[in-house]
């Protein structure tokens, strides 16, 4: 087994080289293609991605060729389906859209492969089997599909199976529906691999994943007077290991950490993560910018890590008060807030994820930059996912935005980020350093080089 | 004839089972679901040898179906031993069932290990062993969860038929499927570790199972260790009363004070299975304060489940202590439930504890008892309060229902007008319970105008429900009570200027005609339906038809001929096509044509 070497490449240890681009190089992007999620499986040897068009994608590895070091295993297309369809909502007169705002693989239990995948409103589980054999011979028709005299059958035949060409096929086996008011904004399967929880804005929901017709609610922060609502849920995910712990975030930049053991409605939090503000950095803008767009557990169950609009922090569970770690994604934006408040961009919501070890982190920006942070060395690194420099295994370069003052070569100002171009979902392969840099409508896929 | 003719040498009998083989693979799904379902008469056709050698190879790879094919076809299997050539040959059958076995799908998992299990019993001895176990052993270690699941199922069926080596081995593997990594496998292995102590031998028990059990009653995933609560109480009706002490009760003591509500609701939930399980020496200095602590736990849902229980638990106490235990023990816990904050503790408790005064006799019940039903028929949901009420019947043979009148006739009143049908439904439904028991006097007093109130409600599903009340009122009161009482009341409303109203009246006259017979059919309620056919509205109108249709064949065949043919044939020449239909409808049905 490789162990993931740590590190976020870019120094001594290894670089970051480019492998593959998905997607179409038109500068004109149809919004159907954007790309909404990107997710590897456990195994690391399937990743998916959800569209606007509400289409999932999904990408498997190719056996390693002789040469290990040339080709180390492309990303193919393995299957591609429709998950969610646009809808109406007649009773509220809403239009429901097919965007898929989640996707989580289910861990492998036979030869096929599940995944939930969610838009706004309805979570479904996708089934993804192989089919390689198809059965052979009727008995009221012949090979060329030519119906036979009934009177002339003096035998039965039994079809027989014959080897055919591998047909890969997606099937919706579960449509969880009809249980959130609000938009869905993450989904997670617990380890108990019998339940999941599904989150939107006001409310959490606990599902069976055998059942659909019934999920219990176990968070709902919707005041009795809708007025009085000052906070809202912008994330959840449920602990690796421990089946009866979760975790959710919420806009006003607090993490709740709550056990399902203690009562069946876990509307009392056991833990309470909060960092004081700094009252000389308060501005019109600090609610906004603390608001947390995503919340991820660190594979060793120890850690957890949120994502706000400038910064990522790292959280041990033990310690409430205030995080362990805390890196600054784009801190030269800060004098930029009103602007991006003006263009709306202040509103993304940027994810984070952890490479397999827990060592490193890695989060998106805007003018297709994606940034890296080393947890043991603190040292970090701005990449960019870009066409230009798209052949194949060419070493990405670092970036750099000049922060004041004089612009030095290969830096770029502030002023000429393209916020347009904005990277919000990544992820790490679970095992190795390879990743998935969703960018718009591209997926590129990036690899170590060892040096 | 003709087929016979056409092909000297075809079968025309082999058509249908053509036609049944290829539809295996039909493109809808119902046509292959029939076509599984009729499996064995495809099997027949081709003979024991065919069905070895092309049908289960053919269906050992036809696991790409939907559930519902496999489903069927699982279960077709389970009953095909005779269809491959008997018990010699039963063994044929496990390659098709082995691959459902590590399908994804529970029900389908679970369908195929039922019908190994089944088919496991025709297997000879040699066979089991040659055959099945390996079997068995494949799935045990096979490299996905699901086969592992569905191995656990298959231990118990083997283990008694086979040679002390192999049963070794078969612990074994039952050892190793209780620590497997993923708990979807180790929630199969404690659910089934009952199962698998009762065919152990009783060392086996002692050494092995109580090992396992403890390890999986502390297993870190609360699903498995709720499982293993159900575990626990099988294994302690295997254990000699004095090895239950050591080594069952300090894990039982530990699930009823676990972490995790969800296990402590399993404790309270499999109560009264226990209490039968540990016999009543434990009961007394165990369980007794342990039910107490799940009567006052902090989770609504662990108090509602152990509320179920109090009666059950109650009447299974020994005898000689039982209403020492009640009245000093559980007469408290109970007492502070009638107020608790949430009410589905308070119906849950509702719907059991009249059943307490049977156990607990006449001066007691007045004395402690009367007091909560009476706070839980002021309760202020309403739900306990029909709880309350549907159990009347115990309280009645206990201190009469006379105790409880002067509250029982406002809490009835109150639900009569909920503002919830609902609520309103579910009272009307109890209505000839509380007749019975409350007597015709009593009824007539105070109930009745409810009753009678109901059949105007705006709600249909409550007329309809006042409607078959009056039915089964009559049916306690007889036909007599009937004419004096209800009737007049019911045929003055066929005059309501309300056309919905109206028709009330006929509903009625449906459901009450057959229970009021002949004399008062005829007498009172025909004119009326006559003097509604001519109703202005075409609905009154066609539903007379239809009560026509209803009543005939109470009435004699006389007044069918001379009364009711004519007024049928002129509903029958009805401009309204749907009263048309209804009046040839009846005629037709009452042979009046």
Redesign the interface.
Known sequence: VNAPRGGVGGGNDFQWCFSQVKGAIDEDVAEADIISTVEFNCSGELLATGDKGGRVVIFQREQESKNRLLSRGEYNVYSTFQSHEPEFDYLKSLEIEEKINKIRWL??????H?LLSANDKTIKLW?I?E?D?R?EG????DEDGRLR?????????????MPMDLMV?ASP?RIFANAHTYHINSISVN????TYLSADDLRINLWHL?ITDRSFNIVDIKPANMEELTEVITAAECHP????VFVYSSSKGTIRLCD?????LCDRHSKFFEEPEDPSSRSFFSEIISSISDVKFSHSGRYMMTRDYLSVKVWDLNMENRPVETYQVHEYLRSKLCSLYENDCIFDKFECCWNGSDSAIMTGSYNNFFRMFDRNTRRDITLEASRENSKPRAMLKPRKVCTGGKRKKDEISVDSLDFNKKILHTAWHPKENVIAVAATNNLYIFQDKIN | ATSKMAGADSDDSLYPIAVLIDELRNEDVQLRLNSIKKLSTIALALGVERTRTELLPFLTDTIYDEDEVLLALAEQLGNFTMLVGGPEYVHCLLPPLESLATVEETVVRDKAVESLRKISHEHSPVDLEVHFEPLVKRLASGDWFTSRTSACGLFSVCYPRVSSTVKAEIRQHFRTLCSDDTPMVRRAAASKLGEFAKVLELEYVKSDIISLFTALASDEQDSVRLLAVEAGVSIATLLPQEDLETLVMPTLRQAAEDKSWRVRYMVADKFSDLQKAVGPEITKNDLVPAFQNLLKDCEAEVRAAAANKVKEFCENLPEDSRETIIMTHILPCVKELVSDTNQHVKSALASVIMGLSTILGKDNTVEHLLPLFLAQLKDECPEVRLNIISNLDCVNEVIGIRQLSQSLLPAIVELAEDAKWRVRLAIIEYMPLLAGQLGVEFFDEKLNSLCMAWLVDHVYAIREAATCNLMKLVEKFGAEWAQNTIVPKVLGMANDPNYLHRMTTLFCINALSEVCGQEITTKHMLPVVFKMSNDQVANVRFNVAKSLQKIGPVLDSNCLQTEVKPVLEKLASDQDMDVKYFAQEAISVLSLA
């Open positions: 861990p492998q239990q036979n030869a096929a599940f089934k089997s089919r054999k059965a009727y008995n009221l028709k005299d009934q009177f002339r059958i003096t035998t039965l035949r039994v079809p027989v199976l096929e086996r380890s108990d691999y019998e055998e290991h421990q089946c009866n399902t053991r203690a009562a069946a």
